[in-house]
């Protein structure tokens, strides 16, 4: 018997609800009502949730593709922008850029840190012909478990005219959104971390001022193309059936039916309280995790609230512990990434999550320990004992 | 209550054992036993429907997401290529190809009529400098209900050297397809037809000679990166984990359960079977619409064994038909396209499909033909007994 607890960054368990919503039997993707009351939950839900009066647009891809489509959809190739780099998606932002022909400036930070905001201000103050037509950054960097936070960056890129993508793919869901006050242009999101639903589906929240650079950009692009995207949600901005540009694309319809539930479930927690959940688990995690003298890659003030990368030491190492894990105790948890697969390991706590899941990773990361000779048995539980009070301490 | 017949032409309804899989429970996408058997089997599973030994990818993505993947995959811009067009997915082909930058050469036929062969080869020996890059065709023309034959084209392809890329979407699973000796480099299927999976995965075979083409193919690419998406299946070539690529993609994990579980269907009924199926219920379905006095779009030489567009006389047109079938009937068919949208109307009948859904399916036109007074009521099981009788006349 397999009883697996998932403590990876994504693709998180899923609730027994939002797996039944999975087996809805097939319907057409035009015309039939019940799929489009979906589609109109799920747009009136993420502007909740991303709280952003902009439009919502949702591809058939995983995040990646998702980055990628605000790239093709805002640049032309020779374009500049800015890549704010604290962790390896913000390399990866840089590097799907790169390959479609964009001049890439950096604004890098260590691992662990958060991004370094004087030299994007730099950057942005040493730009005097506006060259820069984009900033990108990382809301929640996967890699390190370093949560950003955007207000500051955002009103920096406001000031200088550039438009604001943000890849918001391991936040949203999870932990406070604001698209609109953080002036960001695009935001990218995915349906299987905060959001509880299986990988498959990236949402796009585009500004106004993105959709004038929509226009305007001169890459080759179709099946990314916002334009044609936005026929799938023509109908809820009120644009009747005959000015809909054709869509030609059959969406996820399985997929879009779990993400209906799964964003209905967040409604009946409240987001305030699943953002709080979220805050307390990843709270208690460290403390567990530094009680048993483990080491954290993240500093307190931006530790992300969805995962948390512990270095481990080299008596035990990553993937012997991650064995160890898996095997003795049915928990997976992720690697470390680069420069942090020996030592590292990445526990996800995202999405459908609570006390007992961390609990659960500490115990077998106890286990680890006390396996390598690293504590002793009388040990056990001292970790989790922490986390548990930690998280009954309050908020 | 709301017993729907879906007859689209896909989605199809899935089989209940489908809609199961995909409640399951989310696993890890790298080092799960579980995950990496399901991606063993459907590229074992798909390249035995696809008759080849070439490499099997797989996106998440619609069918069109694949059609573009082939282009950016083994094309450069300014490359010539040749599209076969004889309905709308044709020209979406080389609508797709444009937007990026390519020059298309067409071979071109009348809506309803097979791919002109001898245009192909007209043009295929005026390409002396051998300029054309490659082949696009269509197996499977949806918008029309024609069936190509790849063989003869396949094999001109072939002795011209141009790659041959071949949508397959609304064929393969539901029609025989052979990829090797049809001389095909790259055929894209996706989940939602013949392979009675939601939507939202397309596969994509890959030969020898369109690897050389990725690798010298200067299109910007990134998710749709054959050499990135290998990594995936790496395992399933026997490539140890420590040399596979980055897969820095979350793969539809539920969807790909799915697939699994309906691949395996395929299998447990016998492809032959399956074939014979199709092509009995198309064959029957013809038949019923021909008795009742309407036309068909597509002659009985080349007529789809997965899609039948049938034109209805102006006193009840396309849309009327539809929206009685849906009100009165639970039945839903497509819309025709394009030239045929007025008068026609599209009736799917791919994947979990038998007898009775055609039978369903004219029951529901003969109660239209009857209320607008085009046929007399005493007419009515008409067309379904006609089908009955041609079905169960054997093959």
């Known amino acids: 018997m397999l009883k697996q607890n998932l403590n990876i ?66 640049l032309s190739p020779g374009d500049n922008i800015l890549v704010c780099i604290n962790g390896e998606f913000g390399s ?48 929640n960097e996967t890699s390190t478990g370093v949560l950003n936070d955007l207000e500051e960056l955002g009103s ?16 949203v869901g999870a932990v406070e ?28 929240c585009v500004s106004e001022k993105a959709w004038k650079a929509v226009a305007e ?16 949600f023509g109908k809820t901005r009120g644009v009747p059936d005959s000015q809909l540009p054709g869509i030609p694309i059959t969406p996820s319809i399985a997929l879009i039916f779990a993400l209906q539930k799964s964003l209905a479930l967040l409604k009946e927690e409240g987001l305030a309280n699943v953002y709080r959940r979220h805050r307390k688990i990843s709270k208690a995690l460290r403390a567990g995790v530094k009680a048993l003298g483990l080491q954290l890659i993240a500093g307190e003030g931006f530790a992300s609230p969805t995962v948390t990368v512990v270095l481990l030491p080299d008596e035990l190492k990553g993937e012997e512990a991650r064995q160890i894990l898996r095997e003795k105790y049915n ?21 459908y999550m609570d006390l007992k899941d961390i609990i659960a990773v500490l115990t077998g990361l106890e286990g680890a320990l006390a396996e390598k000779g690293l504590i002793d048995k009388s040990a056990l539980g001292t970790g989790a004992g922490v986390a548990h009070r930690i998280y009954i301490s309050g908020e």
């Not at 001049?103 to 040493?126: C, F, M, T, Y």
């Not at 999101?189 to 990236?202: R, V």
């Not at 928990?331 to 999405?351: E, M, S, T, Y």
């Open 9 to 74: 960054p994504g693709p998180s368990e899923l609730p027994l609800e939002v797996l039944h919503a999975l087996g809805t039997q097939m319907v057409a993707n035009r015309g039939d009502g019940r799929f489009s009351r979906a589609l109109e939950e799920i747009v009136k839900s993420a502007q909740e949730i991303m709280n952003t009066k902009n439009e919502i647009l949702l591809f058939t891809s995983s995040g990646t593709g998702g980055m990628e489509s605000a790239i093709v959809n805002t």
């Open 92 to 139: 990866r932002f840089a590097l799907i850029a790169e390959k479609f022909g964009v001049e890439i400036h950096r604004a890098e930070s260590g691992w662990g840190k958060p991004i370094n905001l004087d030299a994007v201000q730099e950057k942005l103050i040493e730009d005097h012909n506006k060259k820069i037509k984009a900033v990108f950054a990382i809301h």
């Open 156 to 171: 920096m890129v406001s000031r200088h005219g550039a438009l604001f993508v943000v890849d918001a793919v391991s936040s």
């Open 177 to 204: 959104f604001r698209a609109d006050q953080w002036h960001v242009d695009v935001a990218i999101t995915a349906s299987q971390k905060g959001l509880m639903a299986p990988p498959g589906l990236s949402l796009i």
């Open 217 to 232: 950009a001169k890459m080759p692009r179709y099946y990314w193309d916002y334009r044609l995207a936005r026929g799938l």
């Open 331 to 351: 928990i997976v948890v992720a690697p470390g990434q680069k420069k942090l697969h020996q030592n590292g390991i990445r526990i996800g706590h995202i999405g």
